[in-house]
T-cell receptor, first 109, second 118 residues
Framework: GQNIDQPTEMTATEGAIVQINCTYQ??????LFWYQQHAGEAPTFLSY??LDGLEEKGRFSSFLSRSKGYSYLLLKELQMKDSASYLC??????????WGAGTKLIIKP | GAVVSQHPSWVICKSGTSVKIECRSL??????MFWYRQFPKQSLMLMAT?????????EQGVEKDKFLINHASLTLSTLTVTSAHPEDSSFYIC??????????????FGAGSRLTVL
């Protein structure tokens, strides 16, 4: 079966750095996405990786290793507004999106 | 960037009634739209793929007669929850793909519709 694993919950301090990991086993691979979802709201797109390596976008970076079936989302200079759930999703060989259960990130002052 | 508009954002209805949710792509044409459902503290569950001008494709376990999907134009898809019951209470989110800055087909979500069935 297809599976996406990410931690259920993480806690970090304002101003710090946090890394959210995602491992996947899917039927083929056509890209990995990270989305941010605030409570009661729809997800918003953060990043997309299809090749190995690091993609940096401001305070957020996303890394991919296809051989390891592994990605992480790195958030720097954490702000209180970063408190949200972060969803990892992989597009499989049929171009279907397989979603992880999300990681709830709690930022403390 | 791509914008997907969804309404109503929340609706409360009595058991047995039907509720229609609209999803519009505002600045792009979407031949395909996706309808998701999300229960509290759970991940997104794909319900169906809505195809413009043809029948929707439903995921296993989703009743097509209960969740009616119509995609009559390139910018509008509707989901009708028929004879709603309390167990249908959930957060329903539509989405469509558009080519993002990276060139990838990125899924853009509507704001979601929170349905409460009394």
């Amino acid at each position: 079966g297809q599976n996406i694993d990410q931690p259920t919950e993480m806690t970090a301090t304002e101003g710090a750095i946090v890394q959210i990991n995602c491992t996947y086993q899917t039927s083929g691979f056509n890209g990995l996405f990270w989305y941010q979802q605030h409570a009661g709201e729809a997800p918003t797109f953060l990043s997309y990786n299809v090749l190995d390596g690091l993609e940096e976008k401001g305070r957020f970076s996303s890394f991919l290793s296809r051989s390891k079936g592994y990605s992480y989302l790195l958030l720097k200079e954490l702000q209180m507004k970063d408190s949200a759930s972060y969803l990892c999703a992989v597009r499989d060989s049929n171009y279907q999106l397989i979603w992880g259960a999300g990681t709830k990130l709690i930022i403390k002052p | 960037g791509a914008v997907v508009s969804q309404h109503p954002s929340w609706v409360i209805c009595k058991s047995g009634t039907s509720v229609k949710i609209e999803c519009r792509s505002l600045d792009f044409q979407a031949t395909t739209m996706f309808w998701y459902r999300q229960f509290p503290k759970q991940s997104l569950m794909l319900m169906a793929t809505s195809n413009e001008g043809s029948k929707a494709t439903y995921e296993q376990g989703v009743e097509k007669d209960k969740f009616l999907i119509n995609h009559a134009s390139l910018t509008l898809s509707t989901l009708t929850v028929t004879s709603a019951h309390p167990e249908d209470s959930s957060f329903y989110i539509c989405s469509a793909t558009d080519r993002g800055p990276s060139g990838a087909n990125v899924l853009t979500f509507g704001a979601g519709s929170r349905l409460t069935v009394l």
